[in-house]
């Protein structure tokens, strides 16, 4: 009997194995990323680089798995958290802490060096930039989303999307915003001149929308498990789930994502050749939580 006794009682000796082989880059190690962190430490992946550059804040402690009371605010930083998490499950996983943003140096090189990619992100950007960079290197990735919208009643849910094989992403299925996402990568200079022009988005006002750790926890779940039942060959993970939160159900999207897409047909697997790295040699510095 052994720690994963159970686990390989579903997947196997050699599904575990290719667990613990799996170098996993986590992009945001917030109200999702955290749970993803604890998740993945218990599955048994034993390498993680955790990718995020901001510190705890008080709003925080609501959401955040492994965040304590006696956290220093300001002082914390959110890859120190997850590193804890990881220390405390298993003190043999290999941790990588990145407290940098996406479009930088490091973050690249991490993500390029991982297996497989998580990315919990707030913005179109980022994501536009995660998106491309996994598309180009033939990295796995699963995008995680969720969102709550006030209202009587209110609306609440996520979203979990996994490219998996590099037959799709998420521009091709049509679930990122490239007007939002060009908005999010504008040089400081041409932002500060549109908002001057159409004035300040309400995104931008230091405002944040609602979230709670158990609609966090189920996105995160779904994501984990789909990532668990492709690295062990139980099924291939499904690309497009929603959860539902309001109606009590996940559904899977049946939608083809497109054949021309730029990305996934003009871009997979080009590598270095794609340069994505002008994303980092801009200077771009974008938010990696949610």
Not at 111 to 140: H, K, M, Q, S, W
Not at 174 to 201: C, F, H, N, S, W
Request: contains cysteine; charged residues 25%.
């Amino acid at each position: 009997m052994n720690r994963f006794d159970r686990n390989e009682s579903f997947f196997g000796k050699v599904g575990q194995e290719k667990l613990a082989a799996a170098r996993v880059a986590i992009v945001g190690v917030g109200g999702l990323g955290t749970h993803l962190v604890q998740q993945l430490a218990y599955m048994g992946v034993r390498e993680m680089a955790l990718i995020d550059d901001e510190e705890l804040t008080e709003t925080n402690l609501n959401r955040y798995i492994g965040a304590r009371s006696g956290d220093p605010i300001p002082g914390t930083p959110k890859v120190s958290i997850g590193a804890r998490i990881c220390r405390e499950v298993d003190p043999a996983i290999k941790v990588t802490k990145i407290q940098n943003v996406l479009a930088s140096e490091s973050a690249f090189k991490a993500i390029i060096g991982a297996g497989y990619v998580f990315g919990c992100l707030d913005n179109d950007g980022a994501r536009l930039i995660l998106n491309e960079l996994c598309t180009v290197y033939g990295l796995p990735y699963l995008d995680l989303a969720s969102e709550i919208i006030p209202g009587s009643p209110p609306s609440y849910g996520g979203r979990v999307f996994v490219n998996w094989d590099g037959h799709s992403c998420l521009v091709c299925c049509g679930l990122l915003d490239i007007t939002e996402a060009q908005r999010d990568l504008e040089e400081p200079e041409a932002r500060k001149m549109r908002d001057a022009i159409y004035g300040v988005r309400q995104e931008e006002l230091g405002k944040s929308g609602p979230s709670v750790v158990s609609i966090n926890g189920v996105v995160a779940s779904l994501a984990v498990t789909e990532f668990m039942v492709g690295v062990t060959g139980i099924r291939a993970p499904q690309r497009h789930l929603t959860y539902h939160g309001n109606m009590g159900r996940v559904s899977a999207s049946m939608e083809k994502p497109k054949s021309d897409c730029y990305y996934c047909a003009g871009l997979r697997g080009k590598g270095a050749e794609a340069d994505v790295e002008r994303y980092v040699r801009s200077g771009g510095g974008l938010r990696n939580h949610t």
